[in-house]
């Protein structure tokens, strides 16, 4: 059984002014009110962020199926999209993995890895003894999911009193907020050079390939920075 006094330690670690949740909220306020306006129900826009639980996700998704993509195009998109969550994953997974706890456990959390709540675990897990990690993961997810689905709800409402201005200015709160995060964390010379490198190369391989820059600009900066760090015993 899941440990409530860590799940709830979890679920309340979600507080405070600079926590990612407010970020993550503000995103999913435009995930609604653009859900509404490309014509789903309230039903299919909670059922849609209940199920995908990322913001850029969402966005493939409900622009394939304004688009008419097949359903397995839209599989596949989501799912190419979603997997820059790979690597959050392997990062945490090794910090959460214990003997005594259940695997169905891991199974479970595996739905709440994003850059939320993975921001606040990693935060706050070593204040946590490892044997009870997965517990205060789960509600940490758990409180973020639901700020997700009650931000979606609100956007679906209140869409009808944000303009396009408001609706962009909100959806990019959370990447801003990622960024900063990253650049206060650049406390090695692996993470500054990926992340000025991935800030010089995104913009120049936009010329090259609009559909593709992020990922080849994402990847060739991650690649040189993690080989400098190597050859430097980083």
């Keep these: 059984m899941i440990d409530p006094n860590y799940f709830f330690k979890g679920f309340k670690s979600i507080k405070g002014v600079g926590s990612p949740a407010i ?11 653009l859900l509404k306006n490309l014509g789903f129900s309230i039903q299919e826009s909670i059922f849609s962020t ?24 839209i599989f596949i998109a989501v799912w190419l999209v979603n997997a820059r969550l790979y690597p959050m994953t392997v990062s945490l997974m090794p910090l959460l993995m214990h003997e005594n706890q259940p695997r169905w456990k891991y199974y479970l959390s595996c739905h709440f890895i994003a850059v939320s709540s993975w921001l606040i675990m990693k935060d706050n897990y070593e ?12 509600g940490i997810g758990t409180a973020t999911w639901l700020v997700a689905i009650i931000s979606t709800i609100v956007g679906y409402v209140a869409s ?28 090695t010379t692996q993470i500054s050079w990926s992340v000025i490198l991935g800030t010089i190369l995104g913009p120049l391989f936009y010329f090259l390939s609009p559909e593709w820059c992020i990922l080849f600009g994402g990847f060739v900066a991650g690649t040189i920075a993690f080989l400098y760090g190597e050859r430097n015993g980083e």
Excluded: H, Q
């Design 160 to 187: 009808d009193l944000l303009n396009k201005d408001m609706l962009i200015g909100l959806a990019i709160v959370n990447p801003i907020y990622f960024m900063c995060m990253m650049l206060g964390a650049m406390k």
């Design 127 to 138: 204040k946590i003894e490892k044997e009870n990690r997965i517990d205060f993961w789960i």
């Design 23 to 33: 970020a993550l909220g503000a995103s999913f306020i435009a995930i609604g009110a």
């Design 50 to 73: 209940f199920l995908t639980y990322a913001l850029p996700g969402s966005l493939v998704m409900a622009e394939s199926m304004l688009i008419g993509a097949s359903l397995i195009n």
